[in-house]
């Protein structure tokens, strides 16, 4: 525990203190509270995506069986050229926010390969932005739960350090300034009867 002045002015200020560190205090857990439901939501949202995207990917393996013609369509044949993103605020948190993706696809001949790899193609782009999506979400955990562990680390300091400190403080400080007032009032007692003694004496002696 710090040092600290015995005085009345440091009471108020440790007193002061206090009323701040109860103030701020049901903010911070209420937002800690807001960060972890929303990290739940979010990161059962990417689990759904991902979910959403494997059975995507395991009709199109399906689907290209169909056709017998496997070596066909090559995964390069669509690329990502651009992914859009938003902004968005969670518990003064700035997260990023997927809007979408532009792609591009590889040259083919379109006389020589069949007529589904359009079709495939299209596949692909849904299965690509169902993985920048997860991609983001991801962030928007990582940027949430790395708040969190702040928020959390001052409510805890809120709690079990600076409150019980404080009030600690404020109580040592009413006992030292209560044990000097009771002082001062013996102090000013025995100097009333010594100077009674004094006088009673001085008295005697004009007689």
Known sequence: MAKIKLTKNEQKTQKDALKMYQRYLPTLTL??????????????????VRARKLALEEDFRKWISVFGE?????????TVKNIRKGWGNIAGVKIPV???????????NLYS??????LAADRMEKALELDLEAEVLDEQVRLLSKELRTTTQRVNLFEKVKIPETKANIKRIGIFLGDEQVNAVV?????????????????????
């Open 31 to 48: 937002k800690k509270q807001q960060l972890q439901s929303e990290i739940r939501i979010i990161d059962e949202k990417a689990k759904a």
């Open 98 to 108: 997927y809007e979408g993706a532009d792609f591009s696809r590889g040259d083919y």
């Open 70 to 78: 496997k070596d066909v369509f090559r995964p390069d044949m669509v």
């Open 113 to 118: 390969t069949p007529l589904w790899i359009d």
């Open 187 to 207: 102090r000013s007692k025995i100097s009333k009867k010594k100077l009674q003694a004094a006088a009673v004496v001085s008295g005697e002696a004009d007689q």
